[in-house]
Nanobody, 127 residues
Framework: QVQLVESGGGLVQAGGSLRLSCAASGRTFSNYAMGWFRQAPGKEREFVAAISWSGGSTYYADSVKDRFTISRDNAENTMYLQMNSLKPEDTAVYYC????????????????????WGQGTQVTVSS
């Protein structure tokens, strides 16, 4: 089992920035690919970004590309999502997730989901 805890959400004005963190425990963090997902009110959960176990490869949804940056620190068992130029449509509950394999294309197409999930952190962007 992998336990995941998100933090860093909050209220920010449009154009502002937030940095989300995801702390992992339970298994060897560096053995897992990681991802961020989000769910806005009344909408399905959607893929945001993913990162390989080493951090050497990343993948982003088109809606956040060039604004969000995913990263990880395997020594600290933590993953991050730096969110810049935030828009009201970024308002959602953000979830971190872990999976033994980096199936991010399947995640983006909603053909598969990671095995482990955090509880989520709310991000609200005001206009």
């Amino acid at each position: 089992q992998v336990q995941l805890v998100e933090s860093g959400g909050g209220l920010v004005q449009a154009g502002g920035s937030l940095r989300l963190s995801c702390a992992a425990s339970g298994r060897t963090f560096s053995n897992y690919a990681m991802g961020w997902f989000r769910q806005a009110p009344g909408k399905e959960r959607e893929f945001v970004a993913a990162i390989s176990w080493s951090g050497g490869s990343t993948y982003y949804a088109d809606s956040v590309k060039d604004r969000f940056t995913i990263s990880r620190d395997n020594a600290e068992n933590t993953m991050y999502l730096q969110m810049n130029s935030l828009k009201p449509e970024d308002t959602a509950v953000y979830y971190c997730a872990a999976n033994r394999f980096a199936n991010w294309r399947a995640w983006a197409l909603k053909l598969a989901e990671p095995d482990y999930w955090g509880q989520g952190t709310q991000v609200t962007v005001s206009s």
